[in-house]
């Protein structure tokens, strides 16, 4: 299977923050990356899908690149909703062990 | 909007199993695919199998292959998650959520189910 590094594990930022989550496939997975948020007691919520489209609702401050193996998500101008857990997800060949480990964002 | 709607808390001892289901509604229900992801506290999402409503077919994870059984019943646009044999490391949230095909982009999630599994 095709394993999904994520890092940082956590990061402290302030509001008004610009922050960058990496996302790193064993191999190719093209642009079939998406990229989640989750809030505590809540299922997780599609930002981001085939690496850089930013799903409907989203604010624009999140914004999604890479392709291949190494991908990034950016949230520019934190606001104090994007405290956080992110996750990336390949969603390209075997389901299983498609997510990464996730990112928590806290405020600094 | 499309709207999943999951049933309530379960409480299990080790060795029994739990039916969990996701009604589904605002959208075609045998037109996507309907995946089962759960999630231990503080771990990340873990993709369990899914069902095509339209002809039933599932696709599960080779770790839970033996124990987990992916049903729907289109008349009442629901489906079911079962997973026998409970361990106390199922503990975990049980979430349903779908995608347009195969390649997974999860796009609408249920509330999710806690189960807690204690011998």
């Known amino acids: 299977d095709i394993q999904m590094t994520q890092s940082p594990s956590s990061l402290s930022a302030s509001v008004g923050d610009r922050v960058t989550i990496t996302c790193r496939a064993s191999q190719s997975i093209r642009s079939y990356l998406n990229w989640y948020q989750q809030k505590p007691g809540k299922p997780p919520n599609l930002l981001i899908y085939?690496?850089?489209s930013l799903q409907s609702g989203v604010p624009s401050r999140f914004s999604g690149s890479g392709s291949g193996t190494d991908f990034t998500l950016t949230i520019t101008n934190l606001q104090p909703e994007d405290f956080a857990t992110y996750y990336c997800q390949r969603s390209y060949s075997n389901p299983a062990d498609s997510f990464g480990q996730g990112t928590k964002l806290e405020i600094k | 909007q499309m709207q999943l709607e999951q049933s309530g808390a379960e409480v299990k001892k080790t060795g029994s199993s739990v039916k969990v289901s996701c009604k589904a509604s605002e959208y075609t229900f045998t037109y996507r695919y309907l995946h089962w992801v759960r999630q231990a506290p503080g771990q990340a999402p873990e993709w369990m199998g899914w069902i095509t409503p339209f002809n039933g077919d599932t696709n599960y994870a080779q770790k839970f292959q033996d124990r987990l059984t992916i049903s729907s019943d289109r008349s009442v646009n629901t489906a079911f998650m079962e997973l026998s044999s409970l361990r106390p490391d199922d503990t975990a949230t049980y979430y349903c959520s779908t995608s347009e095909s195969t390649v997974t982009t999860y796009d609408y999630w249920g509330q999710g189910t806690l189960v807690s599994v204690s011998s």
């Open positions: 085939a690496a850089s």
